[in-house]
């Protein structure tokens, strides 16, 4: 078998956490060694909720920053800007014609926008859609996504093969991957962590403002004497993200034997994600340096997904009878 196509998409709508990291970076940046790996800044799909041009630009370049020095290797793997294709768009739109209403009146994005009381956006309805068309338009064969995003892989599976039914052959069908330990990363609140909840440890922050959060992680009120369960703990839950294998096993049987604070356990936590992510501080302040590696990645990797999506439509629109 041919190397898998893998591709994944983040949307610039604000900095990193530790969600997005393990969830879905540091999983995509695995699989850059195992096969062709595309990779792009989800600027079309940011539009839904970032309407400021400077706004939208700087977050696009920030987000390949982000990706670059959480080990993203441009020559192993293409990182692109989803809009230096707009033939995705297009694409977006064929698809759409085959959606029926109700798969997309299903979607999760949607439902909860309906659920808070908000008037959802034609463009967040059809998200799902566009997302489909991003995956197919690259013969992606795996999706590295965390599990919230599983539905609408889901959706882009329905879609390739209902058009493979009427128009022949034309869309190669996508999995999902999702690490399981990764699968739902928790926040600050024990709730999953998420930029619309607010409860998110981003992965570089300032070492106080990082201190001051994870200082601030919510817990039950046993007193330090008492003996406490790890499995329930955010604290224990995210440092076995970041902490060896020794070290969470002496955290969680401290915590069933009693005699350490909450506070302690807290400090160890912030040690252990300062430390982590220390090198790609480091190296990201290096690109930030010199804007122009950023872009003349971006610039090249535009090229290389441009190859593949021209390809793709020319067969596309031959199929359904276009042109
Ligand atoms: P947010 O919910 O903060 O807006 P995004 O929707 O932009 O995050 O998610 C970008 C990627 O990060 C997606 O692949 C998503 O599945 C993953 N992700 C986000 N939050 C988490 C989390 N708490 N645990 C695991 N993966 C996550
Ligand atoms: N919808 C994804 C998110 O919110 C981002 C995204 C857009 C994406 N297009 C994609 C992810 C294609 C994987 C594949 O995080």
């Known amino acids: 078998m041919n190397a898998p196509r893998i591709l994944s998409g983040i949307k610039p709508t604000g900095r990193p956490h530790l969600g997005n990291y393990f969830g879905m970076m540091q999983p995509a940046?695995?699989?850059q060694d195992r096969g062709q790996a595309f990779y792009f800044i989800a600027d079309y799909h940011a539009l839904t909720t970032v309407q400021d041009a400077a706004a939208l630009r700087q977050h696009t370049r920030d987000a390949a920053l982000d990706f670059l020095a959480c080990g993203l290797d441009p020559s192993k793997a293409v990182l692109f800007r989803q809009s230096d294709v707009p033939e995705v768009t297009e694409l977006a739109w064929l698809l759409t014609c085959l959606t029926p209403m109700p798969m997309l009146e299903?979607?999760?994005?949607?439902?909860?926008?309906?659920?808070?009381?908000?008037?959802?956006?034609h463009g967040l309805f059809a998200y799902p859609v566009l997302m489909a068309a991003d995956i197919l338009l690259y013969d992606s064969n795996v999706v590295p996504v965390g599990k919230d995003q599983k539905q609408h892989v889901e959706v882009t599976r329905d879609l390739?093969?209902?058009?493979n039914r009427i128009f022949g052959p034309i869309f190669t069908v996508p999995q999902p991957s999702i690490v399981p330990?990764?699968?739902?990363?928790?926040?600050?609140d024990g709730q999953k962590m998420s930029k619309s909840y607010g409860n998110?440890?981003?992965?570089?922050?300032?070492?106080?403002?990082?201190?001051?959060?994870?200082?601030?992680?919510?817990?039950?009120?046993?007193?330090?004497?008492?003996?406490?369960?790890?499995?329930?703990?955010?604290?224990?839950?995210?440092?076995?993200?970041v902490a060896g294998e020794a070290d969470v096993g002496v955290m969680e049987s401290e915590f069933r034997a009693g005699g350490v604070g909450y506070g302690e356990f807290k400090?160890?936590?912030?040690?252990?994600?300062?430390?982590?992510?220390?090198?790609?501080?480091?190296?990201?302040?290096?690109?930030?340096?010199?804007?122009?590696?950023?872009e003349a990645v971006l610039a090249d990797g535009a090229g290389r997904a441009r190859a593949v999506a021209d390809q793709t439509m020319a067969r596309v629109r031959q199929a359904m009878g276009l042109r």
Do not use: Q
Not at 106 to 115: G, I, P, R, V
């Open 29 to 31: 940046i695995a699989w």
């Open 106 to 121: 299903n979607c999760h994005a949607y439902k909860d926008h309906l659920a808070r009381g908000k008037v959802p956006s």
């Open 267 to 294: 400090k160890r936590l912030f040690g252990a994600i300062w430390e982590t992510f220390a090198p790609f501080r480091s190296t990201r302040a290096e690109l930030a340096a010199d804007p122009s590696t950023v």
């Open 181 to 188: 330990e990764m699968a739902t990363v928790i926040g600050l």
């Open 160 to 163: 390739a093969e209902k058009a």
């Open 200 to 241: 998110t440890i981003g992965l570089f922050e300032e070492e106080k403002a990082l201190k001051k959060k994870v200082m601030g992680i919510v817990t039950d009120s046993a007193p330090v004497e008492a003996p406490k369960n790890p499995e329930v703990s955010s604290i224990v839950a995210l440092y076995r993200l």
